[in-house]
């Protein structure tokens, strides 16, 4: 089983950036498209991004378009989350996932397995 450890949360102030870093185990991370969601307090789980299996394609929601990067680094067993421009709702947990699916998904469900989360929180 893969196991995904999220880090490099922490307070920032509205406008600032942030780099979210995710570290898999096992041998087989290049085979997994990887995925980020977010999740603020009292509300669903939401998409944030995702990168398939060799990078060479990316998929945001639109509310991170244009701010967010996500990219990855298969010699490193890591795919990172580059937060820039960061506005008080992108408050919430940061949740790595992994994917053995062949197509990108925006859905929780079609990720098999996850991080345990990294809180950000963005000051005004």
Do not use: H
């Amino acid at each position: 089983q893969v196991q995904l450890v999220e880090s490099g949360g922490g307070l920032v102030q509205a406008g600032g950036s942030l780099r979210l870093s995710c570290a898999a185990s096992g041998r087989t991370f290049s085979l997994y498209n990887m995925g980020w969601f977010r999740q603020a307090s009292g509300e669903d789980r939401e998409f944030v991004a995702a990168i398939s299996r060799s990078g060479d394609r990316t998929d945001y929601a639109d509310s991170v378009k244009g701010r967010f990067t996500i990219s990855r680094d298969n010699t490193k067993n890591t795919v990172y989350l580059q937060m820039n421009s960061l506005k008080p709702e992108d408050t919430a947990v940061y949740y790595c996932a992994a994917d053995r699916d062949y197509r990108l998904g925006s859905l929780p469900r079609s990720y098999d397995y996850w991080g345990q989360g990294t809180q950000v929180t963005v000051s005004s």
